[in-house]
């Protein structure tokens, strides 16, 4: 079993769609949860963090963890056409474990 | 600089041949990261420096890629005898102190080898 399974996509929306992005892991240890956005041919960008369990709200964005069903969720609200890059969860502080990453297109 | 600089950006190198990516962190950052992401894949974690000392390298496919940071600033990762199962995206990452809460690790744009 892997650390980290992510859905590959593509996911295709419409602009204004909400988006859901979901991660599964498998080791309870771990404490933070973070998600980053890379756009293609470039770098992941840190997007947000949580700690723990429970929900974290950025703008459009909102990060969901259930820690009891290691299940962790990327929610964007009022998707834009500049949201279209590909996703990567990465459970755990130090960035050593990224899921393979799901790629969002958002139509105009 | 303002962001992490990888160089060179693109790579084409013959089976055999050996290589050396380059990593010039942001300026004062303690930490350094190397990955490997092939494509359609999330990065994959290669090695760790905390200043000049190579704290993990537990990510290290095989004895062909060795990375060094002598000074504590500039990285370079260097593969040998390269082999077609090299090509991938080599992202170099840095943070202000090991990768946590308030500290975000930042990516360059990649080298992009391609072995041929």
């Known amino acids: 079993q892997k650390e980290v399974e992510q859905d590959p996509g593509p996911l295709s929306v419409p602009e204004g769609a909400i988006v859901s992005l979901n991660c599964t892991y498998s080791?309870?240890?771990?404490?933070?949860f973070m998600w980053y956005r890379q756009y293609s041919r470039k770098g992941p960008e840190l997007l947000m963090y949580?700690?723990?369990?429970g929900n974290k709200e950025d703008g459009r964005f909102t990060a969901q963890v259930d820690k009891s069903s290691k299940y962790i969720s990327l929610f964007i609200r009022d998707s834009q056409p500049s949201d279209s890059a590909t996703y990567l969860c990465?459970?755990?502080?130090?960035?050593?474990?990224f899921g393979s990453g799901t790629r969002l297109q958002v139509q105009p | 600089g303002a962001g992490v600089s990888q160089s060179p950006r693109y790579k084409v190198a013959k089976r055999g041949q050996d290589v050396a990516l380059r990593c010039d962190p942001i300026?004062?950052?303690?930490?350094l990261f190397w990955y490997q992401q092939a494509l359609g894949q999330g990065p994959e974690f290669l090695t760790y420096?905390?200043?000049?000392?190579?704290?993990?390298k537990s990510g290290l496919p095989s004895d062909r890629f060795f990375a060094e940071r002598p000074e504590g600033s500039v990285s370079t990762l260097k593969i040998q005898r390269t082999q077609q199962e090299d090509s991938a995206v080599y992202l170099c990452?840095?943070?202000?102190?090991?990768?946590?809460?308030?500290?975000?690790?930042?990516f360059g744009e990649g080298s992009w080898l391609t072995v041929v």
């Open positions: 990452a840095s943070s202000l102190v090991s990768g946590s809460s308030g500290n975000t690790i930042y």
């Open positions: 990465a459970p755990g502080r130090r960035a050593l474990t």
């Open positions: 420096f905390q200043n000049e000392a190579q704290l993990d």
């Open positions: 949580t700690y723990s369990s």
């Open positions: 080791n309870s240890a771990f404490q933070y």
């Open positions: 300026s004062g950052h303690v930490s």
